[in-house]
């Protein structure tokens, strides 16, 4: 990639160090419009077996039949699996876009030692 291109790319991200590194910058980031949609449909999920594990470890504890506390609890780890997947897609989508950030900023780097190579001079 030529170097104004990533530079353009790093002035649309409008990276700031300080910033990037606070709780705010990062929900921020996690909330931005690309992955909006992604973020309410992973919550969604995430809220929904909540609810679901809520509701199924009620009825486990009032139930008196070996079939259905069979079946209540396979519901609680089920939907417990399904909120924990969701965390940790919650996870990845919150440090994709510290990880791209960084890739770019690494080949600004070396696009400029490069030119420095080139030219002959060091970098400092």
Same mark, same amino acid.
């Given at each position: 990639m030529p170097d104004? +291109?990533?530079q353009k790319?790093?002035?649309?991200?409008?990276?700031d160090a300080g910033r990037e590194d606070t709780l705010r910058g990062m929900m921020v980031s996690f909330f931005e419009r690309r992955t909006l949609f992604m973020t309410v449909w992973v919550a969604w999920w995430g809220v929904g077996?909540? /609810?679901l594990s809520a509701w199924a470890a009620y009825m486990f504890l009032? *139930?008196?039949? +070996?079939r259905d506390l069979i079946m209540y609890a396979t519901i609680f780890t089920s939907s417990l699996v399904i909120l924990g997947i969701s965390k940790i897609l919650s996870w990845q989508m919150w440090n994709r876009n510290t990880v791209r950030r960084e890739l770019k900023r690494l080949? /600004? /780097?070396i696009a400029e030692l490069a030119k *420095?190579?080139?030219?002959?001079?060091?970098?400092g």
């Open positions: 104004k +291109t990533i790319i790093l002035d649309d991200i409008d990276y077996a909540a /609810l009032h *139930s008196q039949q +070996t080949e /600004l /780097l *420095s190579l080139e030219t002959g001079t060091g970098r």
